[in-house]
């Protein structure tokens, strides 16, 4: 399975946006981009998924590089129970077990 | 909605010692699945299902025995305790579909330490 790079933390004040990065060059084209979070002392939570194209929903926007080795997820207006683990994992779309690599994740902090 | 329910939520046990941990879904899921997570790690997976009544080994089964006797319910054994099993168990589970897209939805976890 491809393997996905973060950074180990990010910072943001409370109401700006946040830019949350992935790299995965060695993507196939079968890969769709899933993103978890994890709150303290929850399990992880979907948020968002895409496959080339850009996506929005209620959470966040997935931004996705052309060539498909990186993408960024987008919180538009942070707020302190943003504050989590924010996971970036490759699934084969053709996968049907369907089974997620977890990293370690991007923790990030919110300030007030 | 309960989602995935995890039970208990914390246990403390001794070398030896044998448990069960629950995980039951009201989605009406095909696939459940059992992961450990370890200070400052992600999540690893130990066991899954893909139906009531299969199992299949995750990436770190040895120690764990599981069963899915009911489609709602899959159950982690830990037959004897090891400290090195003291860890944060999540349980997941997703819907059946073909293409693997679909979310996983986790439970709260149940936090174990064994001494």
């Known amino acids: 399975d491809a393997k996905t790079t973060q950074p180990n933390s990010m910072e943001s004040n409370e109401e700006e946006p946040v830019h949350l990065p992935c790299n995965h060059s060695?993507?196939?084209?079968?890969?769709?981009i899933h993103w978890y979070r994890q709150l303290p002392s929850q399990g992880p939570e979907y948020v968002i998924h895409g496959l080339t194209s850009n996506v929005n929903n209620r959470m966040a926007s997935l931004a996705i590089a052309e060539d498909r080795k990186s993408s960024t997820l987008i919180l538009h207006r942070a707020t302190l129970r943003d504050a989590a683990v924010y996971y970036c994992i490759l699934r084969d779309r053709g996968s049907t077990l369907g089974r997620l690599y977890f990293g370690r994740g991007t923790q990030l902090t919110v300030w007030p | 909605n309960a989602g995935v329910t995890q039970t208990p939520k914390f246990r403390v046990l001794k070398t030896g010692q044998s448990m069960t941990l629950l995980c039951a879904q009201d989605?009406?899921?095909?696939?459940m699945y059992w992961y450990r997570q370890d200070p400052g790690m992600g999540l690893r997976l130990i066991h899954y299902?893909?139906?009531?009544?299969?199992?299949a080994k995750g990436e770190v089964p040895d120690g764990y025995n599981v069963s899915r006797l009911k489609k709602q319910n899959f159950l982690l054994g830990l037959e004897s305790a090891a400290p090195s099993q003291t860890s944060v168990y999540f349980c997941a589970s997703r819907d059946g579909q073909v293409l693997g897209n679909q979310p996983q939805h986790f439970g709260d976890g149940t936090r174990l330490s064994i001494l």
């Open positions: 060695t993507i196939s084209g079968t890969d769709y």
């Open positions: 299902s893909v139906g009531e009544g299969t199992t």
């Open positions: 989605m009406n899921h095909e696939y």
